[in-house]
């Protein structure tokens, strides 16, 4: 069953994107342009077989496909408190290097409060290092979703994040120069319903905050030309996907273009959806096609900051790309390719056990120049046609064995940019899902949208 801190009565958890892109004083490398991302993140999947509240990181090139590193494992996990974390925010300083913030709180206990935020120290996100604790109050509340912002009158940092006081959920911010020590505790954005999980980016003259509104559910934004605590004016119509939707996240993307994040969980829980829009002034958001983003495997309530070549290329180093791969639908492209009960076929993400989706894409076992599909889960086993159904099975050594698993890697039948799958043994078939079924059957660039549909798929991670 999906879970959500506001069952529990709680005001939840956020998360941010780089706000100081263009303030005098950061350094010309940090803003270099046309880069890179990177995302963090924690863990959990719909029966929480893989939840982990650790650090996790992915990185993008396009900022809507992300490959997780360290095999989806955590880079820092907190020591102290309740040795857990959520809501993990990277942000850049104005010197260039980053600070991780993160809620105090381990699991779905959500009746657990903390005075106190994980943060580490990074100079690239290769290491992580000066772990502490920053206690923001002294009350019995909670200090869930921290989001940082620069607010350049005071020459100070912000951190804002959900509280809650006699019965309201509110968003409280501390100010700090250096992350070590913060200012008292005050009300930020505190309006007449009850709000959850802010997200806050400057730009321009302008900041901009996007927070829940818990008496209908609904992400909105609001903004301020100022920038201080109860300065703030709604000024967007409310959004959702799925049944239910939470820790919006702002990223403004290399291109000058921005981009919403919401994390729902309802009906399931662990799904990201995506909004898009070339001016966040005008308030207009347009909902994005599951088809062109693919978040992080299992990815949480998460943050999203700018970084350059250089630094993506030293993470990716250090951490390491996936060892598998995941397949991704065209027509129905939030299904992915999974093995149950030894049947291949496509299920909507996400699911338990998420590993049923992961695949080592190796030399193909009757020809290396295709391709076959190992299971990360079931390591001997591999898809296989037979019968022009697809299943999973053990590698019994047979040359029929290697043939049926063996496909050949080309262009989409739907979209060049995608790939489709080439029989070996069956040259005129493809592999394609029919009932979200998979088999083989012979498609071709003449056969029909659906059937072409059905037979392309995208890798991902």
Known sequence: MSLSRRQFGKAALASAALAATGVAGFPRAAQAAGTAYVFAYFTESPNQSAADYGLHLAVSRDGLNWAPLNQNNPVATPTAGQQGLRDPQIYRKLDGAFVVIATDLKGLDFGTTSQYLHVWDSADLTAFTGYRRLR?????????????????????????????????DILAVNYTSDFQSVSAQQPFFSPAFNVLDGDIVVDGGTTYLYYKNLNDGNLYGARSATGQPNSFTTYTGGLRMGNAIEAPLLQKTDEGGWRLWGDSFSPVNNDYYLWSSSNIGAGAWTAASQRDYTPPLNSKHGSIAS????????????????????????????????????????????????????????????????VSFQSVNVPGDYLRHSNYAVRLDPDDGSSVFRADATFHRVAGLADGGWSSFRSHNFPTHHLRHQGYVLRIDPVSSSSSATDRQDATFRVVS
């Open 136 to 168: 923001m109050h002294t009350t019995s509340g909670h200090t869930w979703a921290p989001t940082v912002f620069r607010d350049a009158s005071r020459g100070q940092y912000g951190i804002v994040y959900s509280f809650n006081t006699g019965g309201r």
């Open 307 to 370: 970084i350059t070549d250089a630094e993506y290329n030293a993470m990716v180093a250090r951490w390491g790309l996936p060892n598998w791969v995941r397949l991704k639908s065209y027509n129905f492209p939030d299904y992915f390719v999974r093995h149950a009960d030894r049947v291949g076929r496509i299920d909507p993400y996400p699911f338990d056990p998420h590993q049923d989706q992961l695949w080592r894409m190796v030399p193909g076992l009757a020809d290396p120049a295709g």
